[in-house]
């Protein structure tokens, strides 16, 4: 049998192929891709190009979170949404940056006694905030519906594992008092209805917020003057604000949001009310584009019977100072020490 020759040893100890070569070639592809997008991108800004939005998402996508950017980054970021929202809906838009204002602390007071559940201001709030009108549908304020209910005589012999009701009693489950369960959507005839009342709800600008606790990002965060308020381009859409608020107070958008033109409001502020966009968070910001120049809420302006207060907390002379000193005043949940700023009064 001959010999192996030193050409046959070559072969056999020859290391087997791999596929470096392929990943090398595939990470070296995906990085032109990358760049070639990057150059795209800034080509479209560079260029005298018309195109508002594109230019707008573009540096979108690489600017910091609001409160972290410089006052000239925070002008450059205002520049480029006018702009856009200005071509896109066809109107004079204006993005307000109007930081908190010293020595305010805000808050609400609502008078349940007198709350009528018109939802007026659902609908006020909708128009002034720019949010979505169908499908998907976003209402920052909910209005529960609530029976007032009784203890029933002949309810007594329901009771059970007897008649007596040794452990639960025949009226264990009717409806009396305040509770949260009530109605959420509804569309009486006329209000308000016959044995109901209404409690308003909406964000409650907590003290302690547990959903600035949560969020991974700090997209959302307590402004000085108590406005809870969200950075919607920072915001990754893992929706644990939601999970964490116990007040059912924000809301989320699934699909593009759908606002008119004709309805839009071109009076924003870049923390509040200018158009969201899908896969962002929201909720309620006391109207910041109005209360930080010196106005009231919307909600508290159509309020029909009064029953919304609004002011500073800090002024001994506003009108939810003077309640909360003179009226019989509670905070919802209070249990779980979030200490909203929105609080419930009766006469």
Known sequence: MPEPSDKDNKKQDAPPKTDEKSRREFLGNAGLTVTAAALSGAGAL??????????????EWFQKNYRLMSDDEKKEAVARLEKRYTEEYGKKTVVDSAPAQEGVLFGYALNIQKCIGCRRCVYACVKENNQSRDNPEIQWIR???????????????KGYPDPAGIQVGGNAYQNSGVVLEGEHYYEPAQVPEKDYFYFPMQCMQCEKPPCVKVCPVRTTYRDPDGIVVIDYNWCIGCRMCIAACPYWARRFNWGEPNLPAEEMNPVTHYLGNRPRMR???EKCTFCLQRTRKGRYTACVEVCPVGARKFGNLLDPESEVRKILDKKKVFRLKAELNTYPKFFYFID
């Open 279 to 281: 896969g962002v968070a």
């Open 143 to 157: 209005v529960v519906k609530m029976e007032k209910g009784n203890f029933l005589a002949e309810n007594m012999d």
């Open 46 to 59: 560079l260029s005298g190009s018309d195109e508002a939005e594109a230019k707008a998402t573009w540096g």
